[in-house]
């Protein structure tokens, strides 16, 4: 396990919401790896657990969810450490949250403490977990504004956020997260508030310091435009599952689960003629009403008998693509009969 | 009020000459003013629309395209009067052919016409009051304009609902109870009760999932044909707009900057602007990532309350000659429904859309 280049292995996870209704199984048996250097897109529609598994990674699922099994290791110094077993509130995951492993969030606008200056946020971090002083902190702060092309940094550092647009309060969140080396950078669908032509500068600029650092992104998003930009692996979320998982090229040109390949035929392409647009049927089940068996054959088009019956495994196809579904698994029937007796 | 605009005269590029428009806008200017102290002293103009024309053929989608602030969602807003506009016109050909200029209107003179212009709204939790029912918010519109009897009402209702693909059980529900998707049908069927001829769906489909929005874009095309309806379709998403519109209108801070065909403005954009809007969209294909280099515009969007002189565009436009920091330039008419307001559109060869 130690021999490959991953930095980030997750094994069964499960984060589970304890509701006054019923538990939620948020997260119900994700297995992921992230390469170190290179971008993992995490996609799916709204509440499908995208971005609980990411805070799952920092220790910051919000209550009353919990991590309820699994194994999260991370590589730090050529160890590789459980963050599931971390209390969330301890010394340990702290060393790792902010520095190792750093987030930006989707609203630029919410996510800074209107409260504080720029500089003064992003010193915050720098003075936590590195031992500057703080004449050093506010120079590191101003290359980092710099870096991320905010124009006049030096001015800019003792401004509060509200005189930032958008773009620019997206550009101080990324001198946030890069401010201490992280090895891994999430980040939850940080350009969907932003206009196409401040996406397509802040989508450059986040490849480009990636380049520079070396370190692996985590990218969550719904938006298979995006993907399809900077991806080099995607993994395909529906109802906290992961169901397919391969390099960008198969998932667009050649998906194998049926609700990656109606997923990729319900939007609208650009570089096509008009034509009738074909949706996925039915919606998202209730969260307390999960289907039996797979999570999705209610809406599935080749959804067979057997689907209502028997929960699909990571089936491999070829090497680095694997699939959650029955369809491509061939020992269904001893499964069956292995799961009566 | 010194810089309060007067009317102009009509362009003659744009009049309703056309036997086939519904609508047409001809330099409408919407300016919010700016204040400042206890007693609200004027300050400027923001200029929310500033000198926008376009028209709209019957039974057409037109698509009105642009970043945040650049003011497509104030045009819309004016053309079903929820805003009165600082100056200009807004004909509309009413069912007998009688052409009305809704800008000037009243309150009370402007009634008639709210039923057939109506409008969808973006987002479907807050656009929907909670302490209604599904039938009080359907049938509010056709109470206000005493359109028809208690038990009309009902079954127009039902009717309605039915076309829009929800239950007519579910009409003594409240919005709570229905999901993203479903509350945007509700609101679509809001629009459609009074039997309107014009929409104005304002990022109608931006807040659903894609699963979702792809059954909405599907529905709202459907009830076109069956209802003989023409919509406006604002949007930021260029390819929802590419699937569903059949011209384009492209803003730029308060200003139309292009209007083409669907096809010619993705493939052959005239204005520098738009080119760059175009090379920014994802292409959902990891092969056409190489194909042909993103523009990437400097600096930011310019503030309509102190835009810059001439072209609003040229601070950031790489074809930018001094002539673009002089004059501004109007909308010109290139032939085949290409109307482009830049003074160099006829030199530039700009590239279109990636493809895969």
Do not use: W
């Not at chain 1, 304890?18 to 971008?39: P, Q, R, Y």
């Not at chain 1, 891994?184 to 802040?202: F, G, W, Y």
């Not at chain 1, 906290?240 to 998982?245: D, L």
């Amino acid at each position: 396990m130690t021999e490959n280049n991953n930095l980030l292995e997750v094994y069964d996870l499960k984060v589970h919401f304890f509701t006054d209704e019923g538990v939620v199984k948020a997260i119900d048996g994700v297995d992921m790896n992230v390469v170190n250097g290179k971008t993992l897109c995490l996609v799916g529609e709204s509440g499908c657990g995208k971005s609980v598994t990411c805070r799952a990674f920092l220790g910051i699922v919000q209550k009353p969810g919990r991590i309820v099994s699994g194994q999260m290791l991370f590589r730090q110094n050529d160890r590789m450490i459980d963050i599931a077993k971390m209390d969330p509130k301890g010394q340990e995951i702290r060393q790792i949250r902010g520095k190792e492993i750093s987030m930006i969030f989707q609203e630029p606008m919410t996510s800074l403490s209107p409260m504080y200056t720029v500089g003064n946020q992003i010193m915050e971090n720098i003075l936590l977990h590195t031992g500057a002083s703080k004449q050093e902190a506010r120079e590191r702060t101003i290359a980092l504004l710099d870096q991320v092309r905010i124009p006049k940094p030096e001015r800019l550092v003792d401004e509060y956020p509200f005189r930032l647009s958008g773009g620019m309060r997206q550009r101080a969140m990324i001198a946030m997260a890069l401010s201490c080396n992280p090895t891994m950078l999430i980040a939850d669908e940080p350009t969907t508030a932003l206009d196409v032509t401040t996406q397509a500068q802040i989508l450059d600029l986040m490849l480009e310091l990636q380049y520079k650092y070396g370190m692996a992104l985590l990218f969550i998003t719904h938006d298979l435009g995006v993907v399809a930009e900077i991806a080099d692996e995607v993994a395909v979320m529906y109802l906290g599952k992961i169901v397919e998982r391969a390099d960008a090229d198969t998932i667009f040109n050649h998906p194998q689960h049926p609700y990656t390949q109606a997923l990729l035929r319900s939007i609208p392409k650009i570089a096509m003629r008009r034509e009738e647009l074909d949706p996925i049927k039915g919606m998202v089940p209730s969260p307390f009403r999960r289907p039996t068996g797979c999570n999705f054959n209610p809406r599935c088009p080749k959804a067979m008998s057997v689907c209502r019956e028997i929960v699909p495994s990571m089936t491999q196809l070829s090497p680095g693509h694997t699939v959650a579904c029955l369809l491509y698994e061939s020992n269904i029937k001893n499964r069956k009969e292995g799961e009566q007796a | 009020m010194t810089e309060q605009p007067t009317q102009e005269v009509v362009q003659p590029a744009l009049e309703m000459r056309l036997p086939d428009t519904l609508l047409e806008v001809n330099n409408l200017k919407m300016y919010f003013p700016i204040t400042e102290g206890l007693f609200a002293r004027l300050k400027g103009y923001t200029k929310a629309a500033d000198d926008v024309s376009l028209f709209i053929r019957k039974g057409e989608t037109l698509g009105l395209v642009g970043e945040s602030g650049c003011g497509k969602t104030t045009v819309g807003r004016c053309i079903v009067r929820a805003y009165t506009p600082t100056a200009g016109q807004i004909l509309y050909k009413n069912a007998d052919d009688k052409i009305v200029d809704l800008a000037p209107l009243d309150r009370k003179t402007v009634q008639p016409y709210r039923k057939e212009i109506r409008m969808i709204f973006q987002d479907p939790y807050s656009s929907l009051n909670p302490r209604m029912t599904v039938f009080d918010i359907i049938s509010e519109a056709l109470k206000v304009n005493k359109l028809m009897s208690q038990s009309e009402m009902e079954d127009r209702v039902e009717y309605i609902l039915q076309r829009v693909g929800l239950r007519p059980e579910y009409i003594k529900r409240y919005p709570h109870a229905f999901s993203g998707g479903e509350r945007q049908r509700i609101g679509i069927a809001r629009a459609l009760v009074t039997n309107p001829r014009l929409i104005v769906a304002d990022e109608a489909v931006s807040a659903l999932d894609v699963s979702i929005r792809a059954q909405i874009l599907n529905l709202m095309e459907e009830l076109q044909r069956d209802f003989d309806l023409t919509y406006l379709f604002v949007s930021h998403d260029l390819s929802v707009i590419r699937h569903i519109c059949n011209r384009v209108v492209v803003m730029y801070v308060g200003k139309v900057v292009e209007i083409a065909t669907g096809l010619d403005i993705y493939m052959n954009p005239k204005h520098p602007y738009t080119e760059a809007l175009m090379s920014a969209v994802p292409v959902s294909n990891p092969r056409a990532r190489d194909k042909g280099a993103r523009i990437r515009l400097p600096g930011e969007v310019a503030d309509p309350s102190n835009p810059p002189p001439g072209c609003y565009f040229h601070p950031r436009c790489r074809y930018a000659k001094e002539q673009c920091s002089a004059e501004t330039p109007v909308l010109r008419d290139m032939g085949n429904d290409h109307f482009v307001a830049c003074h160099f559109a006829e030199e530039l060869t700009l590239t279109g859309v990636r493809m895969a």
